[in-house]
């Protein structure tokens, strides 16, 4: 199983800002790449396009998603089940889907798309929450590892930060499936304290790949 082969390892999420130049699939695997090379144990790439090239050049597990912005709706992350199957075709081994509680497009639930995903992809879902209430329903219709990925951006956690440290001890508590620290992880030190948690596996993003982000925060404060 592609979960097996991250455990207590770094997660790089390789992706960029859709208007930036490095959004485009020969930089994301390159970053891919490089971030294997220095031990990464999986990555985390959006859009089938950027899937596919990462896919040829990198052998560990990879979490696939694609952001789509539907008019009416917050869910974000691989929001429907073809947009599932376009993430499986281009080679991912793992799909992550929005599984917050909130309204999804199409009429669609996660009770609905993870057992799709299983059945029709042969794939394992990575089940990216917001809240305790959220994860417990994921892993309730068969999410195979869960998330703190959204926690800070919906409406019910906005007014929060991360890192999710108090949500991820709720997880490693009340979970029977590997849990993942995501987001806001800035250090190799936080990245540790999140694995002291219990944590199976950190996703790091933007303090590694996110160039963009970083580069306006540093002339920001000069």
Not at 39 to 49: L, N
Not at 63 to 87: E, N
Not at 168 to 196: D, F, W
């Amino acid at each position: 199983m592609p979960i097996e082969l991250l455990c207590h390892g770094l997660i790089v999420s390789c992706q960029a800002p859709i208007d930036s130049p490095l959004h485009n699939s020969v930089v994301i695997a390159a970053m891919a790449q490089a971030a294997v090379n220095n031990g990464a144990k999986g990555v985390r790439i959006d859009t089938p396009a950027h899937i596919h090239a990462v896919r040829e050049s990198v052998k560990v597990p990879i979490i696939g998603l694609w952001k789509q912005i539907i008019s009416g709706y917050h869910v974000y992350i691989t929001p429907q089940f073809h947009h599932a199957v376009a993430v499986a075709e281009a080679g991912a081994d793992i799909i992550a889907i929005d599984a917050t509680l909130r309204e999804r497009p199409g009429g669609e639930t996660i009770a609905d798309i993870i057992p799709q995903i299983h059945e029709k992809l042969g794939k394992p879902v990575m089940a990216d929450i917001d809240t305790i209430e959220a994860a417990i329903a994921a892993t309730s219709v068969g999410a195979d590892m869960v998330g703190t990925t959204l926690f800070g951006y919906t409406s019910a956690t906005n007014h929060l930060s991360p890192p999710a440290w108090e949500l991820l001890t709720q997880m490693v508590k009340n979970l029977r499936v590997p849990v993942i620290c995501e987001g806001g992880i800035a250090s190799p030190a936080m990245a540790r304290q999140a694995i002291n948690l219990g944590a199976y596996a950190v996703v790091v993003g933007t303090a590694i790949t996110g160039i963009d982000y970083l580069v306006k925060a540093y002339t920001k404060e000069l």
